[in-house]
């Protein structure tokens, strides 16, 4: 089945505590991407990958960081969460061309303490 | 990306067709017409997409105007679990671009009983 997973789904963790939130797609997809969701602000972009080794900033990228090593998996890491990293995450996925045409994981939500 | 128009809410009878509008009276001709939705605090989900000519899929129709400035999805037997948040959004797709999505606030279709 094609899918996006995420995991861990809901996270619990305390301030200055690292923590990786992992992505994986099993379609072969080049374009993959982190959101943030939160109350009244709607989806705001983390970062972006156009390939492997290819990461870019998206629209809030501050206190966060990703990599791409292999093209199924992009994890998003939090080297010293902070209470307003509070929030719903959500990775996707697409393909280069069509990229609008996106798959979303279902989503972690993140409580920081 | 052209700016649309979605109402707010609308209810739709299990089973009937659902009908969802959306306006986008500015879009350019190499723009196209994108729909998701999102069920409360999952992964936003593609539903179908159109440049100018009607689509369909098997989870719904798009009917795209001639003169390209609205658009409806219908789902054609809505059921319970289609209550969701529906998104239409108006976008380029460019290879090698950022295919970073901005939802609106969208229709909230509740599907009753």
């Known amino acids: 089945e094609a899918q996006v997973t995420q995991n861990p789904r809901y996270l619990i963790t305390v301030t200055g505590k690292k923590l990786t939130v992992t992505c994986s797609q099993n379609?072969?997809?080049?374009?993959m991407s982190w959101y943030r969701q939160d109350p009244g602000l709607g989806l705001r972009q983390i970062y972006y990958s156009m390939n492997v080794e290819v990461t870019d900033k998206g629209d809030v990228p501050e206190g966060y960081k990703v990599s791409r090593k292999e093209k199924r998996n992009f994890p998003l890491i939090l080297e010293s969460p902070s209470p307003n990293q509070t929030s719903l995450y959500f990775c996707a996925s697409s393909f280069w061309t069509g990229g609008s045409e996106q798959y979303f994981g279902p989503g972690t939500r993140l409580t920081v303490t | 990306d052209a700016k649309t128009t979605q109402p707010t809410s609308m209810d739709c009878a299990e089973g009937r067709a659902a009908n969802l509008p959306c306006n986008h009276s500015?879009?350019?001709?190499?723009?196209?017409v994108y729909w998701y939705r999102q069920i409360h605090s999952q992964g936003p989900q593609y539903i179908i997409h159109g440049l100018k000519n009607n689509e369909t899929n098997e989870m719904a129709s798009l009917i795209i105007t001639e003169d390209r400035k609205s658009s409806t999805l219908i789902l054609p037997h809505a059921t319970l679990r289609d209550t969701a948040v529906y998104y239409c959004i108006v976008r380029v797709d460019s290879g090698g671009s950022n295919y970073k999505l901005t939802f609106g606030k969208g229709t909230l279709l509740t599907v009753n009983p």
């Open positions: 379609m072969n997809h080049e374009y």
């Open positions: 500015t879009i350019s001709g190499n723009e196209y």
